[in-house]
């Protein structure tokens, strides 16, 4: 019986990959068949990830890029590249808060550093990683391009420049599935909702929202129709599917996996 999601003999690239949700995609990438580079600032973490991928039966490399430096984020592109022998597939999944003091990020009174940082970290970063990898995609007349976006791409709240940058994540790969339809590239962003990964600081989000960090979980539960918090493995299985032939008419969508978020 023919795999539905074949990725044998495609290689990928996963930023933010050493845990939660990129180390989920990672490895589904892998049960799908593919060779995996999973790339950010913590060596341990991408190791013990590329290790599972080779337990797995496949190609899984570690690369360091830290994502607040556009030279970092270039040179990594390429030596993922070199690494696997050609780029097939990035997974655009690094992004996060960046905040010295939760109340830096006030909607009403935002710090301008802590703005733009939050705004690249979470928008500029992935057009420089894409911008690397786009050569390698259109010199084979195939790609897949997926940006991790969230619930706030596409609804108001949270954090000022966080929810800008992911709205922007959409702009930015609606603009470029049409640019680069022609060469077989499909761009897609996939958006998770509340996600039971390191990220979530419930003590922050309670602090921003001036309630205690089991209630900022009860609030965050309560805003999709499942009542739940989603798993990072949740997210895996639909970004294999997006990165495979199966999705091959699937570009310039946003796609989520949130348990029904503010529906």
Same mark, same amino acid.
């Given at each position: 019986?023919?795999?539905?999601?074949?990725?044998?003999?495609?290689?990928?690239?996963?930023?933010?990959? %050493?845990?939660?949700?990129?180390? @989920?995609?990672?490895?589904?990438?892998?049960?799908?068949?593919?060779?995996?580079?999973?790339?950010? !600032? @913590?060596?341990?973490?991408?190791?013990?990830?590329?290790?599972?991928?080779?337990?797995?039966?496949?190609?899984?490399?570690?690369?360091?890029?830290?994502?607040?430096?556009?030279?970092?984020?270039?040179?990594?592109? /390429?030596?993922?590249?070199?690494?696997? %022998?050609?780029?097939?597939?990035?997974?655009?999944?690094?992004?996060?808060?960046?905040?010295?003091?939760?109340?830096?990020?006030?909607?009403?009174?935002?710090?301008?550093?802590?703005?733009?940082?939050?705004?690249?970290?979470?928008?500029?970063?992935?057009?420089?990683?894409?911008?690397?990898?786009?050569?390698?995609?259109?010199?084979?007349?195939? %790609?897949?391009?997926?940006?991790?976006?969230?619930?706030?791409?596409?609804?108001?709240?949270?954090?000022?420049?966080? @929810?800008?940058?992911?709205?922007?994540?959409?702009?930015?790969? !609606?603009?470029?599935?049409?640019?680069?339809?022609?060469?077989?590239?499909?761009?897609?962003?996939?958006?998770?909702?509340?996600?039971?990964?390191?990220?979530?600081?419930?003590?922050?989000?309670?602090?921003?929202?001036?309630?205690?960090?089991?209630?900022?979980?009860?609030?965050?539960?309560?805003?999709?129709?499942?009542?739940?918090?989603?798993?990072?493995?949740?997210?895996?299985?639909?970004?294999?599917?997006?990165?495979?032939?199966?999705?091959?008419?699937?570009? %310039?969508?946003?796609?989520?996996? /949130?348990?029904?978020?503010?529906?």
């Amino acid at each position: 019986m023919k795999q539905l999601i074949d990725l044998h003999g495609r290689r990928a690239l996963v930023t933010g990959g %050493g845990r939660g949700i990129g180390r @989920s995609m990672a490895l589904a990438l892998a049960d799908a068949g593919a060779a995996v580079v999973v790339a950010s !600032r @913590s060596q341990g973490e991408l190791d013990a990830v590329a290790a599972e991928i080779e337990e797995r039966g496949q190609r899984g490399f570690a690369v360091i890029i830290d994502v607040m430096s556009r030279e970092q984020i270039t040179a990594g592109v /390429d030596e993922a590249a070199r690494k696997l %022998g050609g780029l097939d597939i990035l997974i655009n999944n690094a992004g996060g808060v960046i905040a010295e003091n939760p109340f830096h990020l006030d909607p009403l009174n935002h710090d301008p550093r802590a703005f733009e940082d939050n705004l690249f970290l979470n928008l500029t970063q992935a057009f420089y990683a894409t911008h690397a990898a786009l050569p390698y995609m259109i010199k084979q007349k195939w %790609g897949r391009i997926i940006s991790i976006g969230s619930g706030y791409a596409k609804n108001g709240g949270g954090p000022l420049a966080y @929810s800008a940058a992911k709205h922007g994540i959409i702009g930015f790969t !609606r603009s470029l599935a049409y640019a680069a339809a022609p060469h077989g590239i499909n761009v897609n962003v996939l958006c998770p909702g509340w996600t039971n990964t390191r990220m979530v600081d419930w003590n922050m989000l309670g602090a921003m929202m001036g309630v205690s960090a089991a209630e900022a979980k009860r609030f965050a539960e309560s805003q999709n129709i499942q009542k739940r918090i989603v798993e990072p493995d949740e997210l895996g299985a639909m970004a294999a599917l997006l990165a495979s032939d199966a999705a091959s008419a699937v570009t %310039g969508q946003v796609i989520s996996v /949130d348990g029904g978020y503010m529906i």
